[in-house]
Every structure is written in C-alpha cells, then in structure tokens.
C-alpha cells in the first residue's frame, strides 16, 4: 500500500486521540543512506538519516502530524509556536492543510531564508520578535494559558509522539537498533522523542547529542542568556526538555557535547562534498559531534553500528551555502572560453 504518513503507519503505537482524523502530508520514510567517507574516517558503519526529505525540509513535520492532528480533534481554531525556522515552516504548512490559522514568532534577523520563506508561502502570520528563540517561546507559553490558541512547540506532547517514530524507522532500515544516535540538541524536543521512541520497544542506543559552543546550556550547566551560532536552528539558550534529555542521555549512556562553529561547518561541507548529501549547517552538529568524540575516544566508535541524523534540508539555508563558496565563474556562451577555463583547473 502506498506511503499515507506516520498516523496510518504507527497510529497503535502514538498516544494521540484514536478517533481523530489525520492531518497528514505523507511524512516520514525517509531514508538511511550509507556514509562511506565517514565510515572509513572513524572504522565504524555510518549511516545518516535524511529528515531534510520530509515535506517541509525537516523532522518537524513527524511532530506537526500528530500535534495539528490532535488539535484539530480537539477543536482548535488557530495554532501558535514560536521558531527558530523549522517549526514555523512545519506548522504553518499543516495549518493550512488542516485549515486552521497559524501564527509563528521568530527571532528577527536569525532565521534561515529558506525557512522564512516556507512560513510565508503557507500563509502563516509571521511575528518577527526584536529577542531569542527563548524570549519567543515563554511568550507563546504566556499567550496560550489566556487565549484559546494551541501550542505546538515540543512543549505540547503530541509533538514528541510523532517525532518518536524516527526511532523505529531508523531500526526497521537499520535491521537493528544502532550502537550510537547522533544529532544535534536545541530546544531538547528531538533528542527526547528518540529516547521515548527507543525505550518503547526496549531498545538501548547511546545518544550522542551536541550543542553548538555558543549555545550549549546543558554542557555547560546553565542557561545561556545571549546564544550565539550560525547554525541558527538550535541558537537557543534554555531548552524546555532540559531535564527529559539529561534523563535520555543518562539512560542510554551517552554523552553531550559542544562543537564549535568552525567544527560544525567543517562537518557541514564533508557531508555535501564528500557524501553527497546537503543538509543544513546545525543538523551538522551531530556529525561534528561524532568526529570530535572518535577521533578522542576511538575504541569507543570502531566496529560500531551509527546513525547520525541530518535534521533538515541544506535548501533551508542558502545564504550559508552559497557565502562560502564565492561566486560562480562567469565566462561568454563559447566553447574555447569553457576549454581555457577547463584548463585552467587542470593546471
Ligand atoms: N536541527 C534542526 C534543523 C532544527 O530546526 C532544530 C530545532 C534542531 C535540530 C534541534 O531540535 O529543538 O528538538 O532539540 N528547531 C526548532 C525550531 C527549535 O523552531 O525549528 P530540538
């Protein structure tokens, strides 16, 4: 039967309301390509689970099924969130599949284009705060106790019961469950939704989360009140699922780190020039993480099963794509330019 999306295919297993009628773009299925390059790097079997293939370009939309949908059922009108790109872009396009009214608050001049764009062509009303991510989020938390709107930040449950299905597909495509799950911690949504996911099945991987350097609250211990990082996806200060992924990262055994933006970018291009797959510079963060950690503690990594996984699509961010490559060369529409130049390179 063709691919209907995540409610169809797990609905038994989503604590979501059973007789709700899904609202779905036919989310999820992405798929786990093979990294050869990093599998020989760290001697392990790397894989990357492509959630920039979903319908809006990131994981958010495994979370925006169920969260639109259990909204829906419970009567909601309009929708809230606030974002640092991605979940504005997902709600927004379920929101109009479903027909509600969306709002979503970002932080002004720290979004990536493509998101923004996203946002905008679904037709959501974009509120652009003069503050972070986290200014955004208490704001909507404060707006949602007063007025009757629904918030679908990872706050709201039915964002992690959708979100949890990556876990056991990336199981189904694995054969197994994976040594290692890498990927990188902003608001702490996704990395608690895997656990939740994995735990439910009784299975065990060790997570491996990171943070940017700029914006690691929970490596460091405490709230950061001015995060920054160009990879401005997870450029958040304060996680509200702190404490849930310090309980994941703790069950599984595993470790959270912090990788610098160079580290990140580093591990940006590999993945685009070296793999053939582009994803956006904080999904990224996860590989980065993963190099760091193997290249420190090798043994811990060789021989072992790993999947890393690329949160959303490079398309998400063009400005960072195109800013670090110059521009393109620039030749007349003839044949003997293209063999100087062509020659040129072969010098
Ligand atoms: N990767 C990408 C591409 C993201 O957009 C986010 C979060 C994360 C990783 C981190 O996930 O927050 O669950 O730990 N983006 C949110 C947003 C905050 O508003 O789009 P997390």
Redesign the pocket.
């Known amino acids: 039967m063709a691919w209907q999306g995540l409610i169809d295919r797990y609905r038994e297993r989503l604590d979501i309301a059973q007789g709700a009628e899904p609202i779905s773009l036919c989310e999820g299925n992405t798929p786990l390509v093979p990294a050869p390059f990093l599998s020989k790097l760290i001697g392990a079997e790397v894989h990357l689970k492509y ?2 293939l979903n319908p809006t370009g ?3 939309d495994r979370g925006m099924t169920t969260a639109i949908t259990q909204a829906m059922f419970e009567g909601a009108e309009s929708v809230i ?10 709600a927004a396009a379920y929101a109009a599949r479903a027909g509600l009214k969306c709002i979503v608050l ?1 932080p002004d001049g720290k979004i990536a284009l493509g ?1 923004l764009a996203g946002a905008i062509a679904y037709g959501a009303e974009v509120v652009a705060i003069r503050g972070s ?1 986290d200014d955004g989020l208490k704001m909507v938390r404060d707006v949602t106790r007063h007025a009757p709107i629904a918030l679908v ?2 706050v709201n449950p039915a964002r992690l019961e959708g ?1 949890k299905t990556a876990a056991w597909e990336v199981t189904e495509q694995l054969g197994q469950c994976p040594d290692w799950l890498c ?11 895997y656990w939740m996911g994995f735990h439910q099945v009784k299975q065990s991987p060790q997570l491996l ?1 990171a943070q940017a350097a700029g914006a690691a609250p929970i490596v460091r211990g405490h709230v950061i009140e001015n995060p920054e990082t160009f ?1 401005t ?2 450029r ?1 200060g304060n ?3 702190w404490a849930q ?1 310090e309980d994941a990262l703790r069950e599984s055994n595993g470790k959270i780190l912090a990788v610098s933006d160079s580290e990140i970018l580093k591990a940006y291009q590999l993945l685009a020039q070296r793999e053939g797959v582009f ?2 510079p ?2 990224a ?2 590989v980065a993480g993963l190099m760091k950690e193997a290249e420190d503690r090798p043994d811990d990594f060789i021989g072992r099963k790993i999947v890393c ?1 690329l ?2 699509h490079g398309l ?1 961010d063009p400005d960072t794509a195109v800013g670090q490559n110059l521009t393109p060369t620039i030749i007349n529409a003839d044949v003997n330019e293209l063999l100087k130049h062509l020659e040129r390179d072969t010098k």
Do not use: D, M, W, Y
């Open positions: 959630e920039g990131s994981f958010k969130c606030a974002s640092t790109g991605n979940t504005a872009a997902s970002i998101k991510f930040n990872s979100q990927l990188p911690v902003g608001n702490a949504g996704n990395i608690s939704a989360g990879a996806a997870i958040i996680p509200a699922r992924a994803c956006e904080s999904s963060a996860g996984v949160t959303g998400k």
